[in-house]
């Protein structure tokens, strides 16, 4: 099977760039999240903390959190935000900027940039040999 490319995956990319509309009464206000890809380490540790589980006595208890993880990443991998403000200033300039951002919107930014991988599958070849990711 070949596989048409028109782009590549850069793996070598410095700031990862994901766009937001978030809607404020009326208004859509356009949001920027700029990560820094994240190592394979704070990836392992994303990901163990959305399956964190306890067992106890039987019992199992799952513990993670997907919001959990994805401020866990966040945090690790933002470089700066755009389109943000307090007070009528530019959220950045505030001392604690990166805890005053809404969780949502981490979870959102994470998942966009971070997001799923999908294998082929013979059904992609119907759709010539390409499928979205």
């Not at 070598?12 to 766009?19: L, T």
């Not at 809404?102 to 082929?120: D, N, Q, S, W």
Request: hydrophobic fraction near 35%; charged fraction near 35%.
């Amino acid at each position: 099977m070949t596989v048409k490319t028109e782009q590549t995956f850069d793996v070598g990319v410095q700031e990862i760039i994901v766009p937001l509309k978030a809607k404020q009464g009326e208004a859509m206000v356009r949001l920027v999240h700029v990560l820094r890809p994240a190592s394979s380490s704070e990836l392992k540790e994303y990901n163990r903390l959305q399956s964190e589980t306890e067992i106890k006595r039987r019992k199992v208890k799952f513990k993670g959190s997907s919001l959990d993880a994805a401020e866990y990443l966040w945090n690790k991998t933002i470089r700066r935000i755009e389109g943000y403000s307090f007070n009528g200033k530019p959220l950045m300039e505030e001392e604690n900027w990166q805890a005053m951002v809404p969780l949502m919107h981490k979870e959102t930014a994470i998942r966009e940039a971070f997001g799923e991988v999908y294998a082929e599958s013979d059904e992609d070849d119907d759709q010539e040999g390409e499928r979205e990711l």
